[in-house]
């Protein structure tokens, strides 16, 4: 069994398989800024059909844009809190829930950032995402993200 600490530095910015990288790619330019990102999976991490756990955290004022995934998702804040976009505050134990392709957000971090635990019912979820942008839904790869332009 391995034990892992999420305030011990070496947690963080770690995925399961290489492929998965570019996820941590995207967060690692701001781990000073407070970001952090690291992936678990539950069965094959080469299964786009395998659940999938994604410990994140994010600094005071941070704003996760309004978004969807293409499957369940299930978040408990465990450092913390964010408020959405109803107004509501969620501290260390809320839990925030989506079905497949139910838009949710924007979620702003409260004063000290917050840490959370996601679930994801599928591992394809956590880098196809879609964005809720002003021209309309964008579906958005980020496996297909690179350092050198900027996400």
Not at 103 to 118: H, R
Not at 119 to 140: A, H, K, N, Q
Request: glycine share 12%; proline share 7%.
């Amino acid at each position: 069994m391995q034990v892992d600490q999420i305030h011990d530095e070496a947690f963080w910015n770690k995925v399961p398989a290489e492929y998965l990288r570019p996820l941590v790619d995207a967060v690692v330019p701001y781990g000073n800024l407070g970001f952090g990102y690291t992936m678990k999976v539950l069965g094959d991490p080469n299964d786009p059909e395998a659940t999938a756990v994604v410990i994140w955290k994010a600094p005071a004022g941070y704003v996760l844009q309004r978004h969807s995934h293409g499957c369940g998702r299930f978040e408990v804040i465990i450092e913390g809190s964010v408020t959405d976009e109803h107004g509501r505050l969620f501290g260390v134990g809320g839990i925030m829930t989506a079905e497949p392709a139910e838009m949710y957000g924007p979620i702003l971090a409260g004063p000290n950032g917050y840490t959370s635990v996601e679930v994801f019912s599928r591992l394809e979820g956590c880098y196809l995402i879609t964005w809720d942008d002003p021209d309309g839904p964008r579906l958005d790869n980020r496996l297909e993200f690179r350092a050198d332009h900027g996400g």
